[in-house]
C-alpha cells in the first residue's frame, strides 16, 4: 500500500511488453482423470522459465487465471494441467474449446525456478506437491535431466498419479489421503515427519494454501532455513 | 478469478488532483523519464504528498520475487541490481526539490543479502547528495535477519517502516512468504536501534477490529511507534477482493485506540496509504 515513484530508465514501451498479450491455438486436450486435463497450446515465441506461470484468458472474456507451467522449457509447445472446478467458469470452458480455438496468454510470471547457484553441482531439490500443484516440478524436472530431487505428491486417490513414468524410478513418492495400499496413506506433511527430511536440500511447495502454510512451518520449526524453501501457492 | 467491480462509496472519491505545484512536479518527473505510478495508478493523495515535497521512490527494480495477493507490483524473475540506480535516485531528489523522501523497494529473495548493501548504498548516497533530506526506509522482511537489516540501520534513515498489511488470521491469504511473527521480529529490531519504527496495515480484508486491536497490541509490544491504517483497494481482477469497505467512523475508532495503546503517531482513514503525511513521522 505505498504510492511509489517507479525509478528505472526503461522506456514506457517496456513494461507495455513485459504485459504483452500473445494469441495461441489449443493443439490439444488430454483427459487424466474424469476432472484433470492437460492443454496443449501453441509456443510461438513464448519463452519461460521452468516453475514460472502464465496468465490464460477466453478472447472476449474477461475473466483470466493463472496457470503454472506443466511442460519443459524446450519443447515446441506449453502444456497446462487443469483441473475442472465444478463452479470454475474457465476450466469447464477451455475444456469445451475445439482444437485449434485461440486463447489469450500473456507472462511468463513468478520466481518460483530453480536457484541459478544451486543447478551446478548436485543440491538436492525436495519437490512438495498436492494435486496440480505437480505441475511446475514436472516442467523443472523434464527441463533438468541428471536433477538430484525427491517429488512428494499429495493426491486422493492413486490414479491422480498424472504422468508419474516421466519420473525416473525411485523419485516420485505419491501420498494417497483416500486410498489404502502401496502408496503413503496420509497428508504431504505426515510423509515428511515419518520419513524425515534433509537439512541440505532446496525445498520447493506448491499446492494449496493450507498444505503450503503447514509444510512451511513444519521445516522452519525443523531447522530449514527460510531463504531454503520457495512457495508457489494455488488460490 | 472472477472479474467484480465494486462502486466506491462516497468516502473514498477524491477530486481529481491539479494544482501549478502538482503539475510542475509532473512535469519534472516525466521529463526524467520517470514511470510514475502515483501518476499513472491515479493514487488519490498525490497532489497533497507532492505538495508537501514528499514522494516515495521505489528501488533494486520492479520484479518482485514474492506474489502478495493485494499488491499490483509484478512477480517476475528479477533484473540485475542497476548499480547507477542511487546516484539517480539522489540527483532525482535534488532536482525535484524533496525534503522527506520515502524509499521502498521490491523483495529480492533472489539477491545472497536480500539487497540489504543496496539500500544501505542508497540510503548514503541521498544523504551525501542531499544535506537536510530525510529518509524513510520502507523495507522488505530481510527475513527478520538481523545483520541484514542491520545494514539499513548503520545508512541512518530517521525512519524505518515494515507493513505488516493485515492481521494475523489473514497473513497468509494476503501475503506470500512473509509470516506475521517474522514481522514483527523486524520491527522489533528497528525499535531496538532507536531508529523510529513504523508500520502500516490496510482493512476491509475481512479482519475484525478485535484482530486490529490484537494487531495493535503486538505492534506495540515489539516497540513501534507509527501506525497506518487505510481501505485496502483492490487493484484488479486478479487481487484479493475487498471483503468491505469500512466506514470513516471505524477509522476514527482506530486512531483514537492506537493512541491510548501507546502509538505515538497514527494515521487512520480511508485514503491513508503508508507514506500518507510519512514527512511527520521523524518526530515520533
Known sequence: ?235 | MTTSTRRLPVWMKTPLPSGKEYISLKNLAANQQLNTICVSGNCPNKAECWGASTASFMILGEKCTRNCRFCNVINQIPDPVDMKEPLRLAETIRALGIKHGVITSVTRDDLEDGGASFWALTIKTIKEKNPGVTIEALIPDFYAKDELIGKVIEAKPEVISHNMETVRRLTPKVRDVARYDRSLKVIEIIAKSGIVPKSGIMVGLGETEEEVFETMDDLLKAGCKVLTIGQYLQPSAHHLKIEAFIEPAIFIKYREAALAKGFSMVESSPLVRSSYHAERHINA
Do not use: W
Not at chain 1, 43 to 66: H, S, T
Open chain 1, 1 to 235: 500500500m505505498v504510492q511509489t515513484i517507479k525509478l528505472h530508465h526503461k522506456s514506457k514501451s517496456y513494461y507495455t511488453r513485459m504485459k504483452k498479450i500473445s494469441h495461441c491455438k489449443i493443439l490439444d486436450i488430454r483427459n487424466l482423470t474424469e476432472s484433470t486435463y492437460v492443454l496443449r497450446l501453441e509456443k510461438n515465441d513464448f519463452e519461460f522459465k521452468a516453475g514460472q506461470y502464465l496468465v490464460l484468458n477466453i478472447p472476449g472474456e474477461n475473466n483470466a487465471r493463472e496457470y503454472s507451467i506443466y511442460s519443459p522449457e524446450n519443447v515446441p509447445y506449453i502444456d497446462l494441467l487443469i483441473k475442472e472446478i465444478t463452479d470454475g467458469d474457465v476450466s469447464v470452458k477451455l475444456k469445451s474449446l475445439k482444437i485449434g480455438a485461440t486463447l489469450e496468454i500473456s507472462g511468463p510470471f513468478g520466481f518460483f525456478v530453480l536457484r541459478d547457484d544451486k543447478l551446478n553441482g548436485n543440491t538436492h531439490f525436495t519437490f512438495v506437491a498436492t494435486g496440480t500443484g505437480v505441475s511446475p516440478f514436472r516442467s523443472m524436472i523434464l527441463s533438468n535431466p541428471g536433477l538430484n530431487f525427491d517429488l512428494i505428491h499429495g493426491i486422493k486417490y492413486g490414479h491422480e498419479a498424472f504422468d508419474s513414468q516421466d519420473y525416473p524410478i525411485g523419485t516420485y513418492k505419491i501420498c494417497t489421503s483416500q486410498e489404502k495400499g502401496i502408496n503413503f496413506n496420509g497428508r504431504v506433511t505426515n510423509f515428511l515427519k515419518d520419513k524425515g527430511i534433509r537439512s541440505d536440500s532446496i525445498y520447493y511447495i506448491c499446492g494449496n494454501s493450507a498444505m503450503v502454510h503447514e509444510v512451511t512451518g513444519y521445516l522452519e520449526q525443523n531447522g530449514i532455513q527460510p531463504e531454503n524453501i520457495r512457495t508457489e501457492i494455488f488460490f
